[in-house]
């Protein structure tokens, strides 16, 4: 009977002994009671409290955290946003005591000093003017929750603002801005380029008409040199120039015929094509420059003279 008694007082004395010790984790700190007072701080590693009298009183990491905060504003053009800020900060190791014991609700702290700060910036600010200087807001952010969070024993490490919300309106408003823009210049490009076709084209034109006219001009200059060789051969068998010349034309006419009809698609053109034709036509050809050079020469003739 004497050792049943035992056995309950021996397992009280090892759960006492047991509750006794206990483990810190890395990057975490431990606030020790004694009576609801006080004590110590632990850090990482195993540690021994005195048990019924000390108590864990709470456990704060050491690490990084992120806050992030959605603040509504107005902007200095009268332009709703919503930003979003996101603030990193740890607990300092040295002021464990007073982030545990002066601040009850740091996210509440943080969140009110955020709020502040940015709807005391962005009215300040154009909508455009909030995009290009969102560091700006950033900085004033840190700037202030440092120099009043470090009373509470918390280091703010950074403050970023990582998003920008315009209404929707004046984000559709922004898009249809940026795509005319975007048009515009598309436009004067597409002009350049047409204007640039339209110029190389007319070079390239007058360019073909220069090489053409060179061509036709050569083409006539060996026609007259074929005419003159052609001429001077007839010339040297008894035949006189003038009937040289008719002989030349008859060829060339009955040429031309015989040219025009191997051509499937070419027009019809009346010629007359008797014998005397070529003849004729040369014939008419001469009469009307011996004309033309008389009339000439009677003009010059009529012509009165200077007074002396």
Request: without cysteine.
């Amino acid at each position: 009977m004497g050792s049943f008694f035992f056995i309950p007082i021996i397992f009280f004395a090892v759960i006492i002994l047991i509750s006794a010790f206990f483990i810190v984790k890395q990057q975490t700190a431990v606030i020790i009671e004694r009576f609801g007072k006080f004590h110590s701080i632990r850090h990482s590693g195993l540690h021994l409290k005195i048990p019924m009298v000390d108590r864990i009183a709470g456990r704060l990491s050491l690490k990084i955290q992120q806050l992030d905060v959605i603040i509504e504003t107005k902007t200095l053009d009268d332009v709703f946003v919503r930003l979003k800020v996101s603030v990193q900060y740890k607990v300092i190791r040295d002021k464990v005591y007073d982030a545990f014991y002066k601040l009850d609700y740091p996210h509440d702290q943080i969140t009110s000093y955020v709020f502040d700060v940015v709807r005391a910036e962005v009215p300040k600010m154009k909508l455009d003017d909030v995009f290009v200087r969102k560091d700006d807001i950033a900085i004033a952010v840190k700037s202030e929750l440092n120099d009043a969070m470090m009373e509470y024993g918390y280091d703010i490490i950074k403050t970023l603002v990582t998003d920008i919300d315009p209404d929707a309106q004046v984000k559709e408003a922004m898009n249809r801005i940026n795509a005319s823009e975007r048009e515009k210049i598309a436009a004067q490009f597409e002009g350049d380029a047409a204007r640039i076709l339209i110029v190389e084209k007319a070079k390239a034109e007058a360019e073909s008409k220069r090489l053409q006219g060179q061509g036709i001009a050569d083409q006539r200059r060996e026609i007259a040199r074929g005419l003159e060789e052609s001429v001077e051969v007839l010339n040297k068998v008894g035949i006189n120039s003038q009937e040289a010349s008719a002989l030349i034309v008859v060829t060339q006419h009955y040429d031309t015929l015989q040219s025009i009809g191997q051509e499937t698609n070419s027009n019809l053109i009346l010629l007359p094509n008797s014998p005397q034709a070529g003849s004729q036509m040369l014939n008419d050809m001469v009469a009307s420059f011996t004309a033309s050079n008389q009339i000439g020469e009677a003009m010059k003739k009529a012509k009165p003279k200077k007074l002396e």
